[in-house]
T-cell receptor, first 116, second 117 residues
Framework: GAGVSQSPSNKVTEKGKDVELRCDPI?????LYWYRQSLGQGLEFLIY????????KSGLPSDRFSAERTGGSVSTLTIQRTQQEDSAVYLC??????????????FGPGTRLLVL | AQSVAQPEDQVNVAEGNPLTVKCTYS??????LFWYVQYPNRGLQFLLK??????LVKGSYGFEAEFNKSQTSFHLKKPSALVSDSALYFC???????????????FGAGTRLFVKA
């Protein structure tokens, strides 16, 4: 079956512009995660959606970052007024919630964002 | 607070030799531990996980990891490395206690494995 897909695969933007990154999770997966992978760094947790529960936004680095998940499926990560330090690979993952915390996450290929 | 450390940025090993990629963790409750691998130009793939039970966990591609509670470690191992194992490896941890709306997974900084022919 189809895996997690993300679009666009690459995005180049100018400093100060807004960008939207899209994630299509695996069908039936109730949990969705966004991470950021900067050059030479590990994965940084950004936000977590689980079903209809309030999202865990504790990883968002500033109020320029926001995310939503419509209809419990597709998610959009929005970065407003982009800065050069926002340049990174943004990864989305989804999982099928089983016993809480034990589920395996399936990752998309990522969106490589470059802010000039 | 949860944390995970991968003390080696890079591990070099000759093909056919055993490999170890180190990971230590810190959680308040009991840990759920994961290893993921990222091959060049590809997304992260799940390798294995420890939830409970046997301390030695076997995963994909011949990899295994040993949970050591006293040393708070979850090192990734393989008896005989292949050149194709060269990739970036991430250790991850979750606390088994529920907080708020979900479970935050903390990833290590990653260890790049180079296997030479």
């Amino acid at each position: 079956g189809a895996g997690v897909s993300q679009s666009p695969s690459n995005k180049v933007t100018e400093k100060g512009k807004d960008v939207e990154l899209r994630c299509d999770p695996i069908s039936g997966h109730t949990a969705l995660y966004w991470y950021r992978q900067s050059l030479g760094q590990g994965l940084e947790f950004l936000i977590y959606f689980q079903g209809n529960s309030a999202p865990d936004k504790s990883g968002l680095p500033s109020d320029r970052f926001s995310a939503e998940r419509t209809g419990g499926s597709v998610s959009t990560l929005t970065i407003q007024r982009t800065q050069q330090e926002d340049s990174a690979v943004y990864l989305c993952a989804s999982s099928q919630r089983r016993l809480a915390g034990q589920e395996t996450q399936y990752f998309g290929p990522g969106t490589r964002l470059l802010v000039l | 607070a949860q944390s995970v450390a991968q003390p080696e940025d890079q591990v070099n090993v000759a093909e056919g030799n055993p490999l170890t990629v180190k990971c230590t963790y810190s959680v308040s409750g009991n840990p759920y531990l994961f290893w993921y691998v990222q091959y060049p130009n590809r997304g992260l793939q799940f390798l294995l996980k420890y939830i409970t039970g046997d301390n030695l966990v076997k995963g994909s591609y011949g990899f295994e990891a040993e949970f050591n509670k006293s040393q708070t470690s979850f090192h990734l191992k393989k008896p005989s490395a292949l050149v194709s194992d060269s990739a970036l490896y991430f250790c991850a941890v979750r606390d088994n206690r529920v907080r708020g709306g979900g479970f935050k997974t903390i990833f290590g900084a990653g260890t790049r494995l180079f296997v030479k022919a």
